[in-house]
């Protein structure tokens, strides 16, 4: 006959063992999933899940539609309308973004039993991340890019800002091709690397600046909303807040952080968003280029836009930044057509700011 002590349980064994994983290990746990909803969901599990959610570093907050203050949906606000409306006009509107209910379940860590969040269907990102007090790394995605265009073209863009902007590339073509085009084609298109006369003439040029003045409010747009979440988390070390289209990308690191609480942020007179400064492009031009995987980029342009140097003609490191930054701004076949690009003839433009 068995032993007792082997048929009954040890006492010891009726303890939860996942009480004895210390604090930390948890919340690297926990940061590994990131996601603001799942997170919410977690703080209800127990009461040291609700007092360990708000410590998280790494958060993703993903927006699933967008809300005016009108009450008009994406119906109203499409931001991926082949033909833009007056966009920036809705978007200053912007204030309320769509989240999830799982955040009726966060409960203030004071020991009170009064949610987390209030109990609406629609919060701010300000509001979800308020609670959140240990913030370093933060990744909001929009439901789609912010500037429109035709079917076919491409558009991506990316910017760093700090107080104002600081380095902005956009990537742009006429056409994506699956199959490269002939070798006639290639031969007839690619020339001596000179913009040829027919740009001018067809409202290429046009285009191209109508892509880097709408590239530039989303940009300033965005950095504008991002106020209250900065001003509100000052542990924040990296923040990207992009589009799940991936048409646009605005990042800020610790030293751009720092400088947007410590410098006043100059508002355009316009609209609610960042003032863009005056600024030197340098564009870039393909009428075609072959891209990895069998694709090819008609109509291919690359604009590099940084703020003009006051009283100097900027130093070669900083150029060698600039060039970095344009470099590794995109990934896959749009990196390699930022490569491409960057070996053509480079055309000076100024933009005044705005």
């Known amino acids: 006959m068995q032993n007792k002590t082997r048929i009954h349980a040890h006492p010891s064994l009726d303890q939860d063992q996942f009480d004895r994983i210390p604090d930390s290990l948890v919340l690297l746990i926990l940061n590994k999933i990131a996601d ?21 570093h790494d958060v993703y907050v993903k927006i699933d539609r967008v809300v005016t203050v009108d009450g008009e949906y994406d119906d109203a606000f499409n931001l991926s309308s082949p033909k833009p ?21 966060l409960r203030n860590t004071n020991g009170g039993l009064k949610p987390l969040f209030p109990q ?63 070798t006639e084609q290639q031969t007839g298109l690619e020339d001596n690397g000179s913009i040829p006369e027919s740009f001018y003439i067809n409202g290429g040029l046009k285009l191209r600046v109508v892509w880097t003045i709408s590239s530039l409010i989303a940009a300033s747009t965005r950095h504008y909303l991002l106020r209250p979440i900065i001003n509100d988390h000052p542990t924040l070390k990296s923040l990207v807040l992009t589009d799940a289209d991936g048409q646009g990308t605005l990042s800020m690191g610790l030293e751009q952080l720092k400088e947007f609480r410590e410098k006043p942020l100059a508002a355009s007179a316009s609209s609610n968003r960042t003032q863009v400064p005056a600024s030197n492009m340098k564009l870039r031009y393909a009428p075609y280029l072959e891209l990895p995987g069998g694709m090819g980029l008609q109509g291919a342009t690359l604009v590099a836009i940084k703020p003009s140097p006051v009283g100097s003609s900027g130093s070669k490191s900083s150029r060698k930044e600039a060039d970095a930054f344009v470099c590794g701004a995109f990934d896959g076949p749009h990196k390699a057509a930022a490569k491409a690009l960057m070996k053509r003839r480079t055309y000076l433009l100024e933009m005044n700011g705005f």
């Open 85 to 105: 409306r007056n966009l920036f006009s809705h978007f200053l509107k912007l204030m309320i973004f769509t989240l999830s209910k799982p955040f009726h379940h």
């Open 36 to 56: 603001v909803r799942s997170l919410g969901r977690c703080s209800a599990v127990s009461k040291r899940f609700n007092s360990l959610v708000p410590l998280v």
């Open 120 to 182: 609406l269907s629609h919060y701010s990102p300000a509001q979800v991340l308020k609670n959140f007090t240990h913030i370093q790394n933060l990744r909001i995605e929009l439901p789609a890019g912010d500037v429109g265009t035709e079917g076919g073209v491409i558009l991506k863009w990316r910017a760093e800002f700090g107080s104002t902007l600081q380095n902005c590339v956009i990537l742009g073509g006429t056409r994506v091709d699956r199959k490269p085009a002939s």
